[in-house]
Each structure stands twice: as C-alpha cells, then as structure tokens.
Nanobody, 113 residues
Framework: QVQVVESGGGLVHTGGSLRLSCTVS????????MGWYRQAPGKQRELVAA????????NFADSVKGRFTISRDNAKNTVYLQMNSLKPEDTAVYFC??????WGQGTQVTVSS
C-alpha cells in the first residue's frame, strides 16, 4: 500500500519562505507524477503544483507562479515544494497526492500579515 507523508509546514510572516516535503513509500516512486494541493477554510481543494515522474515537467497554479517551485529526489522518494514570498492568502492545509490517488494527511501553512 502506498503511504504519503508531508512535513515542513508552519507559521511565517508575509514575505517569508517554507519548504514542504512529501515522502512516499510502497511505490515505484520515479514512475509516478506527484502533486501538491491546498485547501483553505471554506474553500475547495486546489492544485498548487505538479511534477512528472522524471521531474522534467512541472506546472503551477497561476497564483503561485514565480514564487513556488516543485522538485523531487527520486533516490529519496521525496517531492518538495519550495514556497517563497509567501502571502496571507497562501494560508491553507497543504496536501501531497500520489498519482495513484493516495493522499497525505496534510500540513498546515499559516502566513501572518
């Protein structure tokens, strides 16, 4: 069974940075695309960024382009979300999703103004 575990959330001020990590077990990791999603209170879950299995293809929500980057280390079965220039509207629970449909438990990111 695939297990997905996120880490790295926290509280930062506007303009700060955080790096989220997502480690996967039980999967041939490099074969699978991965995505980061977020869900703010009262809002639907939305895709933030995604990366192909080999890491060569990425895409981002318009709201985070130029501020967030996604990367992966297939040797460590881990995908990262580097978040820079954070804004209060980035506050949400961030989830990692394996393209087989497995989700992590989420990690809270709070950006104070």
């Amino acid at each position: 069974q695939v297990q997905v575990v996120e880490s790295g959330g926290g509280l930062v001020h506007t303009g700060g940075s955080l790096r989220l990590s997502c480690t996967v077990s039980g999967s041939r990791f490099s074969f699978n695309a991965m995505g980061w999603y977020r869900q703010a209170p009262g809002k639907q879950r939305e895709l933030v960024a995604a990366i192909s299995g080999g890491g060569g293809v990425t895409n981002f929500a318009d709201s985070v382009k130029g501020r967030f980057t996604i990367s992966r280390d297939n040797a460590k079965n881990t995908v990262y979300l580097q978040m820079n220039s954070l804004k209060p509207e980035d506050t949400a629970v961030y989830f990692c999703r394996h393209d087989s449909g497995y989700w992590g438990q989420g990690t809270q990111v709070t950006v104070s103004s």
